[in-house]
């Protein structure tokens, strides 16, 4: 059974790397589907690849990908243990945010199916454009991160959802920092479990 779900997330990948279902296939470099083991407790989501992720194929790579995983680690989090994707899996152009229809194609072709295949216990939205589409609703950062809800959009049984910061939006601001860090400790202390687990 493990291996049926090795197997066929590692085709699910090799079909993100053709893909050509929207627009942004046409201008990507690599596609990048994600990395994590198979049986991750949390699957983190962020918007889309950047630059550094377009070149090496590879999630959070970067300089906010670097950030993420420190923050990870200082919240006693193992990066090593966590599914780590992006709602797109292809860089739109200049890094715009990617538009509703890329949104609703690439979620529909890949997202359900590696939510269904990894089978985590949570999912974890990073900025407001990963946990909007997740929840299709408006997500107010300032307001929400740090708070949790269910998916029912790309889950039947409503997935959990913890609402957080992008890293990048994070590099930003020393007070969205400082709020990202503190939404870490929260999730790592473990205790969504008990409501969730
Ligand atoms: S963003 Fe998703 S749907 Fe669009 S080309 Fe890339 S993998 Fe395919």
Redesign the pocket.
Known sequence: MADERAQALQQLAGQ?RI????R??AT?GV?VPGEGPLDAELLWVGEAPGAAEDAAGLPFVGASGRFLRHEMHEAGLDPAAMYITNI???RPPGNRRPRVD?IA??TG??LVRQMALVAPKAVVALGATAAGALLADTVKMTQEHGTWRQDYNLTAQGLPVFITYHPAAALRSERWRAELHADLQALADGRWRMAYG
């Open positions: 993100v893909c050509l279902e929207c942004l296939g990507r596609a797109v899996k292809c890329e194609i690439c072709l890949y």
